[in-house]
């Protein structure tokens, strides 16, 4: 199965930025998250269903992600709610291509939406 891309969005210092649109929710293949270190991320989920779904950001792959075994990380979204999935560490999260996986409960519908965040 080809996870579905979703385009991260550059929040760069002393500037503003439209608010994305988002890729919207694929529950059947998943998403993968390329062009960002899980540190200066945060994911933006917004759930149009009518009821409370996951979002499970996977744990990575060792040896690339020593933490691992710390398993997924489970995001209850609530019926016609969008929540952000805050920067979280490489040592857990990153795949071995460097990239973070997003997979969504059966039935979600909504978008998803990437931002790497600029740390000074």
Do not use: C, W
Not at 53 to 80: K, M, Y
Not at 89 to 101: H, K, P, Y
Request: proline letters at 4%; aromatic letters at 4%; zero cysteines.
């Amino acid at each position: 199965m080809a996870r579905t891309a979703v385009a991260v969005t550059d929040l760069t210092a002393a500037t503003s930025v439209a608010d994305p649109a988002g890729t919207t929710a694929d529950p059947t293949n998943g998403h993968t998250i390329t062009g960002a270190r899980p540190e200066v991320l945060a994911v933006r989920v917004k759930n149009t269903t009518g009821g409370a779904l996951n979002a499970i950001l996977r744990a990575g792959t060792f040896p690339l992600a020593e933490s691992s075994g710390q398993g997924d990380l489970t995001v209850s979204v609530g019926a016609g709610a969008t929540v952000f999935i805050s920067p979280s560490e490489s040592a857990r999260f990153l795949q071995n291509d460097g990239s973070i996986s997003l997979d969504l409960q059966a039935g979600f519908t909504g978008t998803v939406t990437a931002f790497k965040v600029n740390r000074r």
